[in-house]
């Protein structure tokens, strides 16, 4: 299993399929759930699947994300829809353990799991996509150099209803043209 050592406070497990049920637990939560465009539950199956045709054919790149202190996952972070030709990949977070201040190292994790994309992975560029009022998401997307690149019209279905997102990228410092 790989680990990748991101701080004093947080390290990143190579998910597993025993990382399960935290994932459950996790994504399951109503306020995490109702952060996601697919707002229902998922099944154990379905995660499964996902591990197996994402995360095990190299679609997908997923950590569980580990409060180093109490040994106990708060999160789980990942790169989807990876471009190995183009050197991009999207980027997403679920983040919300049993602590409320879980939630406040938002900022400090996706950092760290930047450098490891842009130095280790070798990537060029990371995007992701936001809700237009998720406002404390893109404040701090913004401030550790993500761009708005603009605004994805009626981009997705939500709970009956077409709505925008945004996208955001970050290109790496320190790529160069191939």
Same mark, same amino acid.
């Given at each position: 299993?790989k680990v ?72 789980? %972070? !990942? @790169? /989807? ?8 990949? &999207?980027?997403?977070?679920?983040? *919300?353990?049993? $602590?409320k201040e ?23 560029? %990371? !995007? @992701? /996509? ?8 893109? &404040?701090?997307?913004?401030?550790? *150099?993500?761009? $708005? ?30």
């Amino acid at each position: 299993m790989k680990v990748i050592e991101c701080n004093k406070k947080f390290r990143f497990d190579e998910i597993r399929e025993d990382d399960t049920d935290d994932i459950l637990r996790l994504r399951n939560n109503p306020a995490i759930r109702n952060r996601f465009t697919y707002r229902k539950d998922i099944s154990k199956e379905r995660h499964l699947r996902w591990l197996k045709e994402n995360v095990q054919a190299r679609k997908s790149i997923q950590y569980i994300i580990i409060d180093k202190d109490a040994e106990r996952t708060i999160g789980s %972070i !990942y @790169l /989807k829809n990876i471009n190995w030709f183009n050197h991009n990949a &999207e980027y997403g977070i679920v983040l *919300g353990g049993d $602590k409320k201040e879980d939630l406040e190292y938002e900022k400090e994790i996706a950092e760290c799991f930047l450098q490891y994309a842009f130095n280790e992975l070798k990537l060029h560029k %990371i !995007y @992701l /996509k936001l809700f237009p009022d998720d406002s404390k998401s893109i &404040e701090i997307y913004e401030s550790i *150099g993500f761009k $708005k690149e603009g605004i994805l019209r009626k981009d997705v279905c939500v709970d009956g209803i077409y709505q925008d997102m945004i996208r955001m990228g970050k290109v790496s410092e320190s790529s160069e043209n191939i």
